[in-house]
């Protein structure tokens, strides 16, 4: 067995944090450092700040709580726990124990005085690299004597931080609360009381039936936005449409308000973006583009989460173009852009066409620019901050469009002219002929926009 623990000091200003990891036989050492380091930025966009980690090379996670006995202790003496994972139930002393302490001198206060916070770092959060079963954190949390959160704990919790709409605020109290529910039982609120409802109904039904009532609720009110949502949707279906998929952090904010001129909120944060953001393309083509920025996608994303950010991620599916946005200088950005496609083929969107964006080549050194050219060389390599790169980016836009395009010839009746006008605005006119019959068209557009003008054609001239 291989153990290691690795403290260090915090400045105070912001609580801290443990990273707790299991290295199991047949884990690749950098994957299991960069999802140590992964969940280290998640920790920090929670807000805390991580001083140290535990970790622990074992054959399987513990059942009771993920690390060995010995090493529960090492975490207990950095957390200041008590290093069991059973119930401690305090003991009222015998009257013989308080006459020995009368005798030896000793106050109740004596024996009750905690440790000084010189002796132990005060740590407010333990977060595990691992899925915890509701027996395994309850017990994390009875040996640490402080919080306690696996990966899709904290996810969830950065969610519920950063909601801003309506529709996201429901989304994430969603997944939330199906989080919660299979832990109502290991909660301390979880004990059998009687909560004074119908025949001695405990309190950990009581929660249960909450939790199912509240979730029913939810439901129908995330149901009504996401038809407002989808009607919105439907009026831009007839629009050319562009996705901007990709891990969290991976610059798809900076390159879409480069691209649309739209004050998008960014930060170098993780899911600083949870709200989808549709703005048209800048400067403005005929037809339109519109480019949608979605929330970003991270390993062991919760299952939960991905289906309540259903409707969010059907900008991606309904989307006619597809950019995987890569922050080219992360060094795992091969596992985050395989991480993208799984949830893109998840959601049902894998057949849209799509191209790889590496972004942040400006945080590239100029001797790994070949190396990445030669594994992606039909990506388009950019800086989000670089006008030129970014122009680059809005010509291949409006070129993959356009590369779609087929001519049709159209007669438009005097009586329908309008829709010449409308042909210039969803495509090119390249001539017009004013004849007996009506005005002959020469048009270039999209099969689409073809088939739906010859349907309002084909009535006026039956």
């Known amino acids: 067995m291989e153990s290691n623990v690795t403290p260090r000091a915090g400045d105070g200003s912001v609580p801290r944090a443990l990273i707790v990891g299991v290295r199991l036989p047949g884990t690749d050492n950098q994957d299991f450092d960069s999802g140590l380091e992964e969940l280290e930025r998640l920790v920090k966009t929670l807000g805390y700040e991580p001083v140290g980690r535990v970790t ?172 407002e949502q989808s009607v919105r949707r439907t009026q831009r279906r007839t629009l050319r449409r562009v996705a901007l998929v990709g891990y969290t952090n991976a610059g798809k904010s900076s390159l879409m308000r480069a691209l649309t001129g739209s004050a998008v909120e960014v930060e170098d944060k993780l899911f600083a973006t949870l709200d989808t953001t549709v703005r048209a393309l800048k400067p403005e083509v005929k037809p339109r583009v519109l480019v949608s920025d979605t929330v970003g996608f991270i390993k062991k994303l919760p299952h939960d989460l991905v289906a309540s950010f259903k409707s969010t991620l059907d900008e991606a599916l309904e989307a006619s173009l597809l950019l995987f946005v890569v922050d080219a200088s992360d060094p795992n950005w091969e596992a985050q852009l395989k991480v993208t496609r799984e949830v893109v083929l998840e959601i049902g969107a894998h057949d849209t066409p799509s191209r790889v964006v590496m972004n942040k080549l400006d945080r590239v050194p100029p001797e790994e620019r070949a190396v990445l050219a030669r594994a992606q060389p039909d990506a388009w390599f950019i800086s989000a901050h670089d006008a030129a790169d970014v122009a680059r980016v809005h010509e291949g836009i409006v070129a993959f469009f356009e590369s779609r395009y087929v001519t049709a010839e159209l007669v438009v009746p005097y009586s329908q002219q309008n829709l010449v006008s409308e042909m210039h605005e969803s495509g090119g006119v390249e001539r017009e002929a004013y004849e007996e019959d009506g005005v002959h068209v020469r048009f270039r557009g999209d099969s689409e926009t073809i088939g739906r003008l010859r349907e309002k054609l084909t009535p006026a001239r039956g």
């Not at 132990?120 to 690299?129: G, Q, S, Y």
């Not at 309506?166 to 059998?192: D, N």
């Open 56 to 227: 622990q090379l074992r054959e399987t996670l513990s059942p009771a709580a993920v690390l060995g006995d010995g090493k529960l202790k090492e975490l207990a003496d950095l957390t200041g726990g008590s290093g069991r994972t059973a119930p401690s139930i305090p003991r009222k002393p015998t009257k013989a124990q308080l006459r020995f302490r009368a005798e030896a001198g000793e106050t109740d206060d004596d024996a009750a005085e905690p440790p000084s916070a010189d002796e132990k770092p005060r740590i407010a959060l333990v977060a595990v690299d691992h899925e915890l079963s509701p027996s395994q954190l309850r017990n994390l949390e009875r040996a640490a004597g402080t919080q306690v959160l696996d990966r899709a704990g904290v996810i969830i919790e950065i969610f519920s931080q950063r909601a801003r709409t309506r529709e996201a605020r429901l989304q994430v109290e969603m997944a939330r609360l199906a989080y919660l529910a299979p832990r109502v039982r290991e909660s301390p609120s979880g004990k059998e009381r009687q909560a004074g409802r119908g025949a001695g109904e405990a309190a950990i039904e009581l929660d249960r039936r909450r939790i199912r009532d509240r979730m029913a609720e939810l439901r129908e009110q995330l149901e009504a936005v996401q038809r």
